[in-house]
């Protein structure tokens, strides 16, 4: 039969342990993160210089890409929303 110092042994090693994996998972999720915000990163770039020439055209074919750069921009937000809340997560 365990002694009470051999479970709060086998507690401690087991709250290590427990740690020692959310650390490395911490880890991993941040860098998924970092992932994510380096993709969203050049697409914003790209979506900046495809807006650029667009922004001040009154045409109709431009108001079509004007209507792309918005749903591309709304996904933009929605994925900068997805990498701080990995990283809100992640701290938790």
Not at 38 to 61: C, G, H, I
Request: net charge negative; no cysteine.
């Amino acid at each position: 039969m365990a002694t009470e110092q051999e479970k709060l042994d086998d507690l401690v090693t087991g709250l290590k342990q427990q740690r020692d994996h959310l650390r490395v998972r911490m880890h991993l999720v941040e860098m998924e993160a970092k992932q994510e915000y380096n993709r969203l990163s050049e697409q914003l770039d790209k979506l900046n210089s495809q807006y650029e020439p667009v922004r001040d055209a009154a045409t109709e074919s431009a108001g079509e890409v004007v209507a792309a750069l918005m749903l591309a921009a709304e996904e933009m937000g929605n994925g900068l929303q997805r990498v701080v809340t990995k990283i809100q997560e992640s701290k938790s």
